[in-house]
């Protein structure tokens, strides 16, 4: 009771107090430039690059990507997954106090030198961008992407080539997109991509047919597709200059109707397979993994691993960057044991 009215003050604690680039990244002459793409509401089985039959994924099917079919999220909302996502902890350990009163990825990425930046086209980044840089995408913006009230994703991609042309350091840019935001999936994507139809036009989703709610789900998709085709284009026009990469995976999956089903949030042992098995690929530039050391053929080789989830993020970007710190776990960074010199150095 005698809280009322008075916001308890979290202290945060700090985390990888020891965190610095490895001697070999610092040397490197040519930086590190990765496009972390947080997408949102995407399910795995909704994407033709995972075998559904539709084909959702036209743009990235005539790109080079690595595509991981078996990844799972730590929650099935953003308010869970985000944070969760980019903390230290794993699902099995995480809890929304941990997310809150401990620092995450970022904030030791940004400690080790690496710049980083945090741009938000989604509700907010639940905390785990307030002592990074960040700037929410403003709706009203003269922008051929937003309408006052809402911004396609394409937005997020505006003036950040001039961004990019000041970066002198390594460097992260994450994305956190609006992706397939329900329930009013209508207006996620623009006209030109409504290859799917007739569709749900209306957020009472339960009044739609299942033929109309699918078709405008993944009318969001092929612009998730469209909108991750633009974020290599820029970052192909980039790779001469840094080590260029992206990492795309959603926060978690969606319910459409299934069993009576809809959106998402559903509690995490009880929630469908649709809400929680969720997409995630990654792009190198041309020469990113000879210079960083990762061989491609071994990390195709992981892209059926059944147990891939959201628990990597942490490590294997931490690897990818080579920070060193006492945090990093060798065995949750998808490209550790790709790379050959790196293993045996530890």
């Known amino acids: 009771k005698q809280s009322l009215g008075i916001k308890q003050h979290l202290v945060v604690q700090p985390i990888g107090q020891d965190a610095a680039m490895s001697a070999q990244a610092s040397a490197r002459e040519k930086k590190s430039l990765m496009i972390l793409v947080v997408g949102e509401t995407a399910r795995a089985d909704h994407f033709s690059l995972n075998g559904y039959a539709r084909d959702t994924n036209p743009e990235l099917a005539k790109l080079d990507i690595l595509n991981f079919t078996q990844v799972h999220s730590c929650g099935t909302s953003t308010a869970v997954s985000v944070p969760c996502m980019f903390s230290m902890f794993p699902r099995e350990d995480y809890s929304d106090k941990k997310g809150k009163t401990y620092e995450g990825l970022l904030d030791v990425l940004q400690r080790a030198g690496v710049q980083v930046l945090w741009l938000d086209n989604n509700s907010d980044c639940k905390g785990t961008c307030l002592r990074v840089p960040n700037r929410d995408i403003p709706k009203t913006q003269p922008s051929p992407f937003c309408d006052g009230k809402n911004c396609l994703d394409e937005a997020l991609l505006v003036d950040l080539q001039q961004y990019i042309d000041r970066l002198g350091d390594n460097a992260i840019i994450v994305l956190h997109a609006d992706g397939s935001h329900g329930p009013e999936y209508y207006e996620r994507y623009p006209k030109s991509l409504e290859r799917f139809t007739p569709i749900c036009h209306t957020n009472q989703l339960g009044s739609?047919?299942?033929?109309?709610?699918?078709?405008?789900?993944?009318?969001?998709?092929?612009?998730?597709?469209?909108?991750?085709?633009?974020?290599?284009?820029?970052?192909?026009?980039?790779?001469?200059?840094?080590?260029?990469?992206?990492?795309?995976?959603?926060?978690?999956?969606?319910?459409?109707?299934?069993?009576?089903?809809?959106?998402?949030?559903?509690?995490?042992?009880?929630?469908?397979?649709?809400?929680?098995?969720?997409?995630?690929?990654?792009?190198?530039?041309?020469?990113?993994?000879?210079?960083?050391?990762?061989?491609?053929?071994?990390?195709?080789?992981?892209?059926?691993?059944?147990?891939?989830?959201?628990?990597?993020?942490?490590?294997?970007?931490?690897?990818?960057?080579?920070?060193?710190?006492?945090?990093?776990?060798?065995?949750?960074?998808?490209?550790?044991?790709?790379?050959?010199?790196?293993?045996?150095?530890?």
Not at 209 to 238: G, K, M, P, W
Not at 285 to 306: F, H, T, V, Y
């Open 208 to 346: 739609c047919s299942s033929e109309e709610l699918v078709n405008v789900y993944d009318n969001t998709i092929l612009y998730t597709d469209h909108f991750l085709a633009r974020v290599i284009e820029l970052l192909e026009h980039n790779q001469q200059r840094f080590d260029t990469s992206m990492l795309y995976v959603s926060d978690h999956g969606e319910s459409l109707g299934e069993n009576g089903l809809y959106l998402h949030a559903a509690p995490y042992a009880l929630a469908p397979q649709a809400q929680t098995h969720v997409p995630m690929l990654m792009w190198f530039g041309q020469q990113a993994l000879n210079d960083l050391g990762i061989q491609r053929d071994c990390l195709q080789g992981k892209s059926g691993e059944p147990d891939l989830s959201h628990d990597n993020l942490f490590h294997s970007v931490l690897g990818l960057f080579e920070i060193k710190t006492s945090l990093y776990q060798p065995r949750l960074d998808i490209f550790h044991s790709c790379r050959p010199n790196m293993t045996a150095a530890h």
